[in-house]
């Protein structure tokens, strides 16, 4: 399968636990859920129990991990790193 993540089509999956879109070149654990609405591509990762849902976007080789939330339309990108106990972002949106 193929998804367009805004720069052309490239090889993706959805994620079993949200249904989110996932580009083959990420890396998302099986415990983690990313919402349906939701995107992880690039050579992103998110593992533990993160959660990335709403409009997210975590991409670029950015790291969500342990109880972290990411959702709203919240991006993260570039060599960031989110983690810890519930910690999360969102966008102002929300």
């Not at 999956?13 to 949200?18: E, F, W």
């Not at 879109?21 to 690039?42: F, I």
């Not at 972290?68 to 810890?84: I, P």
Request: proline share 2%.
């Amino acid at each position: 399968m193929e998804f367009d993540f805004g720069e052309g089509p490239v090889p993706a999956h959805k994620h079993a636990n949200g249904g989110g879109w996932v580009a083959d070149t990420a890396t998302v654990e099986d415990l983690a859920y990313v919402g349906s609405s939701a995107r992880v591509y690039g050579e992103a990762w998110v593992y533990g129990k993160a959660l990335v849902s709403g409009k997210a976007r975590v991409y670029g080789e950015a790291r969500v991990y342990g109880e972290a939330w990411v959702y709203g339309e919240a991006l993260v990108y570039g060599k960031a790193r989110v983690s810890g106990v519930w910690n999360s972002i969102r966008s102002n949106d929300d």
